[in-house]
C-alpha cells in the first residue's frame, strides 16, 4: 500500500516558480514509478510528468518540456516537480500518482494523493 501527500501548490505570478513534493509512506515507494497530472476546472485529467523508478528516466507532456523537472529522492521517498516559467494555463490541481507502469493514461497508476492546487495569476 502507498499513500501519498502532495504539498508545495499555491499561487504564483506567471514567470514564476513552484516545486510541488509528493511524500510517500509506503515502503515500497522505491520500487514504483511516479507521475504527476493536473486537473483545471471543467477539463479531463491531464499527464504532465512521470519518472521510471529503475533508470530515472523521465517523460514530460509538450507543453511543459524545458520548463518542469520531474525528480525522486527515494532515501525520502518522495518525488518533485520543479515548474519555471508558469503560465495562467498551468492552472489546475495537481496530483502525484504511482503505479507498476509509466503511462500517461490516468488508469495505469494505483495510487494517487490528494491533490494540491497551483494558481498561476497573469
Known amino acids: 500500500q502507498v499513500h501519498l501527500v502532495e504539498s508545495g501548490g499555491g499561487v504564483v505570478q506567471a514567470g514564476g516558480s513552484l516545486r510541488l513534493s509528493c511524500a510517500s509512506s509506503?515502503?515500497?515507494?522505491?520500487?514504483?514509478?511516479m507521475g504527476w497530472f493536473r486537473q483545471a476546472p471543467g477539463k479531463e485529467r491531464e499527464f504532465v510528468a512521470a519518472?521510471?523508478?529503475?533508470?530515472?528516466?523521465?517523460y514530460y507532456v509538450d507543453s511543459v518540456k524545458g520548463r518542469f523537472t520531474i525528480s525522486r529522492d527515494n532515501a525520502k521517498n518522495t518525488v518533485y516537480l520543479q515548474m519555471n516559467s508558469l503560465k495562467p494555463e498551468d492552472t489546475a490541481v495537481y496530483y502525484c500518482a504511482a503505479g507498476g507502469s509509466v503511462s500517461s493514461t490516468p488508469r495505469e497508476y494505483d495510487y494517487w494523493g490528494q491533490g494540491t492546487q497551483v494558481t498561476v495569476s497573469s
Open positions: 509506503g515502503r515500497t515507494f522505491i520500487s514504483y514509478n
Open positions: 519518472i521510471r523508478w529503475r533508470t530515472g528516466t523521465t
